[in-house]
């Protein structure tokens, strides 16, 4: 009776493999022949799941964005406004050494990107997914009268929305203020500048 091979498992295996490669390694480490002593295959069976190590990069970085998006809707679930902003970010901010792993797979993926319009396509898609939620939860937070009188809230997205992308990048470069501790500091002060209390204290200076 011929073995049945579970394909997605094995896809599921060789992203796994790939981000375990990327953090141990950097992308240039990342050879298909690694990848496949690393999930335990045969050299050239990759072939077989992905079409090429571009392919198997996106499926990596989708791997990391699903699993962001799974934390972020567990820790916002009972949250709204501003609460939920800043849960969503500490999901998503390089604040622990396993966001700062997953923070070296987005980077990896988003140098392909220039190469790839198709991938840059799948970058949009899960911005786009992303910028939904913030905005969403600017409205929340503009409800509950929560934001400074001058915030606009589509504006306001897109600056927190690249504040977050730009923070994986110099999380990654490094520095004396983009440890943990700095990034959660940086994103107190964002937060912040949008508050009311940061409006009325403006107005009493």
């Known amino acids: 009776m011929p073995k049945i091979v579970d394909h997605d498992q094995r896809r599921r295996e060789l992203v796994a493999a790939t ?16 990848i496949a002593a690393e999930a335990g295959f045969a050299n050239g069976a990759i072939k077989s799941y992905f079409a090429s190590k571009s392919d198997l990069l996106a499926a990596t970085y989708l791997f990391v964005f699903a699993a962001t998006n799974r934390r972020v809707e567990l820790s916002t679930a009972h949250l709204r406004g501003v609460p939920a ?42 911005m786009a997914l992303w910028r939904t939620w913030i905005l ?49 500091s940086q994103l107190d002060y964002v937060v912040a500048r949008m508050s009311v209390d940061h409006d009325q204290s403006v107005g009493q200076s």
């Open 136 to 184: 969403g939860w600017l409205r929340q937070a503009d409800d509950d009268g929560e934001l400074a009188a001058e915030v606009v809230l589509e504006p306001a997205a897109d600056v927190l929305l690249t504040y977050l992308l730009g923070a994986q990048t110099t999380a990654i470069i490094g520095g004396g203020t983009f440890d943990f501790a700095g990034l959660r």
């Open 19 to 34: 981000l375990r490669i990327i953090v141990r390694q950097g992308l240039a480490g990342a050879t298909m022949r690694d």
């Open 85 to 126: 902003l800043r849960a969503f970010a500490h999901e998503v901010l390089p604040i622990t050494p396993e966001l700062h792993d997953e923070a070296r797979v987005v980077l990896s993926f988003l140098a392909e990107v220039a190469q790839s319009p198709d991938h840059a396509r799948t970058t949009r898609e899960t």
